[in-house]
């Protein structure tokens, strides 16, 4: 008998509702709920395929250690949390808790227990060392608010907006940020609706093609094009006087600034028309209603703060803010907002506290501490280095810029700990994986999703909409799993240390310090009782979300936008001195001009495919195991490749082997490869099988940013030579499987 029930897709961050059907802890069949009022009906195919993820053969059925001969044994739950508690401890005592390093990564973040028990774990040892995947991928998302202030009315949905710019984010196959949930839908509604889409990106992406205006502008160039646009708008005057004149700060300096940025300077350098830059600026300011998103494009292509910042002086001059009187789409049902007033909040500091590193002068930032310096912080002895290192939901091998490095740090440690589903790349370095219940197996909800309002315009959910859901299934028969929290509530229990949970619906931290739970470290708390200490202070109190039900839109408070207090003279900052002296001596577009490799390699996802996972997983039935080059056919031709053929990919860093996928997609000179491929030196390193690594061609040692580490991941010079094989080749025909 099949049973029908309601969840939501954990395998990535947009938290998707599904329909599940089962014969008992058999998955028949998963779906999209087509009357569901935020998502309408959409899924991928790796969350309707989940049961393959979770019966897959490469999944742990119980977790493992490392013995003498360097085999992995099986470890029970219980002995892996002994174990490690007892490796940790010794280190603690020989070397200091700052010896100890934890890096989250992006599915730790799936499930708020999980990385606020990893967080009150550190606190708990003592230990400041925390990274996460948040300093390499898109850091000026909350360097640039503190720079620029917030505006705390918020911005406008994307479903509301006249008009819209995506800048090196393509929604429709990342579900990150920037058109509403249903990215796709979302879109179709906005164009018949005459609102207007432009994007900068330098492939015609699926978002692309559906824009009013596409600039395929060379990669590196965005914010020389976002200064341009700027004095477009206030050269024309387009700006909206009132509203920066009340609210803003700063004006003038701005205005000075961008006046080196001269059209024809700027189009020539990105590769564009000067007339489509011009066009695109006065379409974002005629809106009377607008938004910018910027993806890892322009955060991964050397100007993170800078390209951030520049969106938000763009949303500030075009008065693109939410006003007073109008009414709050979503007033938080999991999180709190902040108090919907049409008023700026101001600057404040985004680093400059916390702890300093030893390597490049970096430190901790509003983002932590910089991942890029992590490999750097294992290798170099002295009193302060790391020598244990647990990675909760990563995978460093893969992710991380500068792969060799990365191999050489992690081979360096005395402890590595994964909590990882599976033995990843990362995993095969490491003296314990940690194997858990992940998915379907344990309880969820939609806040974190909800937590992205955070990120910026067109971040979460623009109505007050949530789901909640038990474990539906169990862990494959004969495994002995552990929820990942369980992993660090164990371990701090041998080593007798309390562990105080924050709540993440409150975004004030301090309020949410002094509000943190006691965990009982005596009788185990259940999971449910953890999401209640985690939703703390939330709208709507977690027992008021229907369990096991559709996710739908709860009936919060109405809130419209309150007015500006009369004594409020704080201000959103048009001129941050770091920010427009970065501008300044800004020639971002000459080392492209000057570059003497011919190609830029750029970065850009795949639908099947998340991050380091779901490459092998064969239920998808992709016809290709790897990650291709995507090229532009009249490169193409002058590099003599087709469809399947081998390339030398060389930067000026190192140099791997890729397999070309010809695509119209490219602009001439650009290619791009997906990232989180390959596969580390001592095992299996074709490319048909183990993809090819972007991370490999990447330094961390130069054009990194000063504040945050991030090196530049896209955008990297290549040079680009076919290379002879007798092998087959393979084919390249995309998977035949699409988003949605
Ligand atoms: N060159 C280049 N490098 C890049 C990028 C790029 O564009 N170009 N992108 C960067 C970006 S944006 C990111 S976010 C990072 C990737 O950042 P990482 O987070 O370091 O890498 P992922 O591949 O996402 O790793 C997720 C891991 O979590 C495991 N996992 C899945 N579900 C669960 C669960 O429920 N619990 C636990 N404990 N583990 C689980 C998976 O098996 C996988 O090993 O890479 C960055 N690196
Ligand atoms: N299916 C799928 N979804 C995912 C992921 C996945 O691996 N697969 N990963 C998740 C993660 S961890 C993240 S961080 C998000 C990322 O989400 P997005 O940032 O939306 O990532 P992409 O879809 O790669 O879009 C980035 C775009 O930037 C363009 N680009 C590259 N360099 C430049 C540049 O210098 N300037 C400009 N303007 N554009 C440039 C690329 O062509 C690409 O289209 O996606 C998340 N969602
Ligand atoms: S986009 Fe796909 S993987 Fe992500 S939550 Fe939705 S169905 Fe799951
Ligand atoms: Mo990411």
Same mark, same amino acid.
């Given at each position: ?92 005592? %020989? ?190 300011? %005629? ?174 959910? %623009? ?95 109405? %809130? ?181």
């Amino acid at each position: 008998m099949s049973d029908r029930s309601h969840s939501i897709c954990r395998v990535c961050h947009l938290m998707c509702p599904i329909i599940v059907e089962r014969d008992g802890n058999r998955i028949e069949k998963i779906y999209g709920d087509k009357t569901n009022p935020v998502y309408f009906g959409y899924t991928c195919i790796k969350g309707r395929r989940q049961q393959d993820y979770l019966t897959s053969p490469e999944r742990l059925k119980h977790s493992v250690g490392r013995t003498a001969s360097g085999a992995f044994e099986p470890l029970s739950s219980s002995a892996v949390i002994e174990q490690s508690a007892e490796r940790i401890r010794s280190i603690t005592d %020989q070397y200091g808790p700052k010896s100890v390093a934890l890096y989250i990564g992006t599915q730790a973040a799936h499930n708020l227990i999980t990385r606020n028990m990893a967080l009150a774990w550190m606190e708990a040892i003592g230990s400041p060392m925390v990274f996460s995947s948040l300093t390499i991928d898109q850091p000026g998302k909350v360097i640039a608010p503190a720079l620029h202030g917030i505006w705390l009315a918020g911005p406008y949905a994307p479903e509301e907006a006249d008009v819209w710019l995506l800048v090196g984010t393509n929604p429709m196959v990342s579900m990150q940020g920037g058109l509403p949930i249903n990215a796709a839908h979302g879109q179709k509604i906005r164009q018949r609706e005459g609102r207007k889409l432009i994007v900068i990106d330098p492939r015609k992406t699926e978002s692309a093609k559906a824009a009013d205006v596409h600039l395929q502008a060379l990669p590196g160039c965005d914010a020389e094009i976002l200064a341009a646009m700027i004095r477009v708008i206030i050269a024309e005057r387009l700006f909206d006087q009132d509203f920066v004149d009340q609210n803003a700060s700063g004006f003038q300096t701005i205005e000075r600034c961008v006046a080196s940025f001269h059209l024809e300077d700027v189009a020539r350098r990105a590769g564009l028309r000067a007339a489509d830059i011009e066009r695109a600026a006065r379409m974002l300011a %005629q809106g009377r209603t607008g938004g910018v998103s910027l993806g890892t494009g322009p955060n991964m292509s050397g100007q993170s703060n800078l390209s951030e910042y520049l969106g938000l002086c763009l949303m500030t001059l075009c008065g693109h803010w939410v006003r007073a009187g109008e009414k709050v789409r979503n007033p938080g049902v999991l999180v709190r907002r902040l108090d919907p007033i049409a008023q700026a909040f101001p600057p404040y500091p985004a680093w400059g506290f916390g702890e300093q590193l030893r390597v490049k002068g970096l430190g901790n930032s509003l983002a932590g501490l910089p991942t890029s310096a992590l490999a750097d912080e294992i290798l170099l002895d002295g009193e302060r280095k790391i020598r244990a290192l647990i990675s909760l939901g990563g995978n460093p091998f893969s992710g991380w810029p500068d792969q060799q490095k990365t191999h050489e740090a992690l081979n360096a440690l005395d402890l590595l700990i994964s909590v990882d589903p599976i033995i990843s790349t990362t995993g095969k370095y490491a003296d314990y994986v940690v194997a858990p219940k992940i998915f379907l197996e344990v309880a969820g909800n939609t806040a974190l999703q909800e937590s992205y309002g955070v990120f910026g315009p067109g971040w979460g959910y %623009q109505a007050p909409y949530a789901q909640a859901c038990g474990p539906l299934v169990d862990p494959p028969h004969g495994s002995d799993l552990i929820e990942d929290w369980e992993f660090f509530y164990g371990t701090a229990q041998k080593l007798g240390l309390p562990l105080k949970l924050k709540s993440a619906s409150i975004l004030d931290q301090k309020q949410a310090a002094r509000s943190a739970l006691e965990v009982d470290m005596t009788v185990k708390p259940t999971t449910d009782r953890l999401w209640t200490a985690v939703l703390d202070g939330a709208p709507l109190p977690l027992s008021e979300i229907e369990q096991d039900a559709p996710g739908r839109l709860y009936d919060v408070d109405e %809130q419209f936008v309150k007015p500006k207090t009369p004594e409020c003279t704080d201000r959103l900052r048009l001129d941050d001195p770091t920010m427009l002296q970065e501008l300044s001596g800004l020639v971002s577009g000459e080392w492209n001009m000057a570059n003497p490799s011919p190609y830029l390699l750029i970065t850009c996802r795949l639908p099947d495919i998340h991050n380091s996972s779901w490459h092998g997983v064969a239920a998808l039935k992709r016809r290709h195991g790897f990650n291709p080059l995507f090229v532009n056919p009249e490169d193409a031709k002058e590099l003599d490749v087709t469809d399947g053929d081998f390339v030398d990919v060389e930067s000026d860093h190192a140099s791997i082997t890729a397999i070309v996928q010809v695509s119209e997609d490219l602009r001439r000179r650009v290619v791009a490869l997906p990232p989180c491929w390959g596969a580390p030196p001592m095992g299996e390193q074709d490319p048909q099988t183990v993809g090819s690594s972007a991370a490999k061609l990447i330094t961390v040692d130069k054009h990194f940013d000063p504040i945050t580490g991030i090196p530049r991941m896209s955008g990297v010079p290549v040079r680009l030579r076919k290379l002879k094989t007798d092998a087959k080749k393979p084919s390249t025909k995309e998977s035949t499987y699409a988003a949605g």
